[in-house]
């Protein structure tokens, strides 16, 4: 099982960023996803979350209307479109998958099997 993360980097605030997540070695359809973040001296924090089933997505009330979370199975890939960046999401964005979550899904972290390695989100001026 792998998940790979990729698309971070440094933006202005105000700027956008899009993450993708490639997965390999599980069949993404029965998985839920999320996306997780850590900034420096903070604990890891739920961002967003899509369930395996009907697309039911969830969000934290820090990202929305700024971040949407999509997923294609067919490509194995996750992918969060970031926008209207701001300082405060500065921290290493984390991709992971759980079995289950048909019809709905969660940003708790203990409901994840697999995660990602991590990529860097710096927004500043």
């Known amino acids: 099982v792998q998940l790979q993360a990729s698309g971070g980097g440094s933006v202005q605030p105000g700027g956008s960023l899009r993450l993708s997540c490639a997965t390999s070695g599980f069949t993404l359809d029965y998985h839920g996803v999320g996306w997780f973040r850590q900034a420096p001296g903070k604990e890891r924090e739920g961002v967003s979350c899509?369930?395996?089933?009907?697309?039911?997505?969830s969000y934290a009330d820090s990202v929305k209307g700024r971040f949407t979370i999509s997923r294609d199975n067919a490509k194995n890939m996750i992918y969060l479109e970031m926008n209207s960046l701001k300082p405060e999401d500065t921290a290493i964005y984390y991709c992971a998958a759980g079995r289950g979550m048909v019809f709905s899904c969660s940003i708790r972290s203990g409901e994840y099997d697999y995660w990602g390695q991590g990529t860097l989100v710096t927004v500043s001026s």
């Open positions: 899509a369930s395996s089933g009907d697309g039911g997505t």
